[in-house]
């Protein structure tokens, strides 16, 4: 069964430090995706990094990157250079292409908070 | 503006009340989703749609009902309001395949308090 789970309740960083958010993952499909959202306090939901599973390469965007280690099933968020804005929920999630339902499947959220 | 639209933004029933959550989107987007979120939860799926007329259960759907007449629209039924679904509930819209968007798009969510 799909299944997503992120262990930090919360994380602490220094600004302009790295910090990397942790995320692991359960499926059977050989096909699927790995989301990574950001939710401020203003609560919209905002969608920051992708990855496929049959992606070689770990996705980059800005400062953000996923470690995709795919025998161990983790998709770690790295957010490099942290600034005071990154302060959010930051939720991973999981989307199984295969099945073709369109069901995105998310983690409990990491709470970031970045401090000055 | 493109995008997903959620009406009302903020909501109070009383117990017992019903109630439709609104969602638009104007993307072509094939499919449509329902999540509740409460803290220290995460985003839990509710109800699912991959196209008009098809609808399918999530992982708590109980005391919930959906439709999906159109593409465009997917609303969000509260059959008799109870104070465990005081949440913030969002509407999300995709498209079908790994297409070059490949993330939901969400609405900015309902704030729904019953008393």
Redesign the interface.
């Known amino acids: 069964a799909q299944k997503i789970t992120q262990t930090q309740p919360g994380m602490f960083v220094q600004e302009k430090e790295a910090v990397t958010l942790d995320c692991t993952y359960d499926t059977s499909d050989p096909s699927y995706g790995l989301f990574w959202y950001k939710q401020p306090s203003s609560g919209e939901m905002i969608f920051l990094i992708y990855q496929g599973s049959y992606d070689q390469q770990n996705a980059t965007e800005g400062r953000y990157s996923l470690n995709f280690q795919k025998a161990r099933k983790s998709a770690n968020l790295v957010i490099s250079a942290s600034q005071l804005g990154d302060s959010a929920m930051y939720f991973c999630a999981m989307r199984e292409w295969g099945s073709n339902t369109g069901k995105l499947i998310f983690g409990q959220g990491t709470t970031l908070q970045v401090k000055p | 503006n493109a995008g997903v639209t959620q009406t009302p933004k903020f909501q109070v029933l009383k117990t017992g009340q019903s109630m439709t959550l609104q969602c638009a989107q104007d993307m072509n987007h094939?499919?449509m989703?329902w999540?509740r979120q409460d803290p220290?939860?995460?985003?839990?799926?509710i109800h699912?749609s991959?196209g008009a007329g098809i609808t399918?259960q999530?992982?708590v759907p109980n005391g919930y009902n959906v439709s999906r007449s159109t593409t465009e629209d997917f609303p969000l039924r509260l059959l008799s309001a109870a104070p465990s679904q005081t949440s913030?509930y969002?509407c999300?819209s995709?498209y079908?395949t790994?297409s070059k968007n490949?993330?939901?798009?969400?609405g900015?969510?309902t704030r729904l308090t019953v008393v």
């Open positions: 094939e499919y989703s999540y220290g939860m995460g985003l839990r799926l699912y991959v399918d999530g992982e913030v969002f999300a995709s079908s790994q490949y993330g939901y798009t969400f900015s969510g």
